[in-house]
T-cell receptor, first 109, second 115 residues
Framework: TQLLEQSPQFLSIQEGENLTVYCNSS?????LQWYRQEPGEGPVLLVT?????EVKKLKRLTFQFGDARKDSSLHITAAQPGDTGLYLC?????????FGTGTRLQVFP | DAEITQSPRHKITETGRQVTLACHQT?????MFWYRQDLGHGLRLIHY???????NKGEVSDGYSVSRSNTEDLPLTLESAASSQTSVYFC??????????????FGPGTRLTVL
C-alpha cells in the first residue's frame, strides 16, 4: 500500500502565527486532495491540485503540489482559532482514495 | 439539501455480537465507501460499492460485510464484533467515474465501542 506521510503530526500555535503542513510520498500521483475534519464530523474537501508545481489559494490557505507530483504542502497565514482541526491529504491509488496520517492543528486565541 | 447520514452516532456493544451501522445518502451518488479512523492510522478503507448489487473489499475488510440493495444505502455489518473493531466509522459517497478528481462526501461518523 502506498503511503502518504504527513508532518508534523501535531501543531499547537497562537492566533496570528503562520504554519506549514507537509504531505510526502515516494509515489507519483495524478492529483492530490486536502480535507479538513472538525471534531465530531467527517472530513470536508478543501482543494484538489492536479498539475505539478500548481499553487491554489483559498483565503488564508495556500496549497502547493510538488513539481514531481510526489508531495504537497498547505500553508496557513495568520492562523485563527477557526482553523483548528485535523488536516488530511489524500490521493487516488488507481480507483481507491488513500489518506495521509493527518496533522492535528490547535490554534489558541 | 442533499446529505449523507449515519446511525447510530454512538454504539456500545459486546464481543461476539453482530452489529450493523447504517449509512444513507440523498446525493443519488453511485459510489459509496466505508472507512474506519484510528489514531496513528488515518482513514482506512473497509468496503466500497460502485452501484446497486456491487460490493468490493478494501484494505481492512476482514470481519466486515456490506450489501447494496438500492442507491441510497450501504449498511456495514460486523459479523462478530471484536475489541479490535473499536473505532470511529465513516461512510462516504461520490459521483461519477471513480478516478483522480472525485470529491468524497462524508457522513458525521459512528463511534463504536466493543467491550
Amino acid at each position: 500500500t502506498q503511503l502518504l506521510e504527513q508532518s508534523p503530526q501535531f501543531l499547537s500555535i497562537q492566533e496570528g502565527e503562520n504554519l506549514t503542513v507537509y504531505c510526502n510520498s515516494s509515489s507519483v500521483f495524478s492529483s492530490l486532495q486536502w480535507y479538513r475534519q472538525e471534531p465530531g464530523e467527517g472530513p470536508v474537501l478543501l482543494v484538489t491540485v492536479v498539475t505539478g508545481g500548481e499553487v491554489k489559494k483559498l483565503k488564508r490557505l495556500t496549497f502547493q503540489f510538488g513539481d514531481a507530483r510526489k508531495d504537497s504542502s498547505l500553508h496557513i497565514t495568520a492562523a485563527q482559532p477557526g482553523d483548528t482541526g485535523l488536516y488530511l491529504c489524500a490521493a487516488y491509488n488507481t480507483d481507491k482514495l488513500i489518506f495521509g496520517t493527518g496533522t492535528r492543528l490547535q490554534v489558541f486565541p | 439539501d442533499a446529505e449523507i447520514t449515519q446511525s447510530p452516532r454512538h454504539k456500545i456493544t459486546e464481543t461476539g455480537r453482530q452489529v450493523t451501522l447504517a449509512c444513507h445518502q440523498t446525493w443519488n451518488h453511485n459510489n459509496m465507501f466505508w472507512y474506519r479512523q484510528d489514531l496513528g492510522h488515518g482513514l482506512r478503507l473497509i468496503h466500497y460499492s460502485y452501484g446497486v448489487h456491487d460490493t468490493n473489499k478494501g484494505e481492512v475488510s476482514d470481519g466486515y460485510s456490506v450489501s447494496r440493495s438500492n442507491t441510497e444505502d450501504l449498511p456495514l455489518t460486523l459479523e462478530s464484533a471484536a475489541s479490535s473493531q473499536t473505532s470511529v466509522y465513516f461512510c462516504a459517497s461520490s459521483e461519477g467515474f471513480v478516478g483522480s478528481y472525485n470529491e468524497q462526501f462524508f457522513g458525521p461518523g459512528t463511534r463504536l465501542t466493543v467491550l
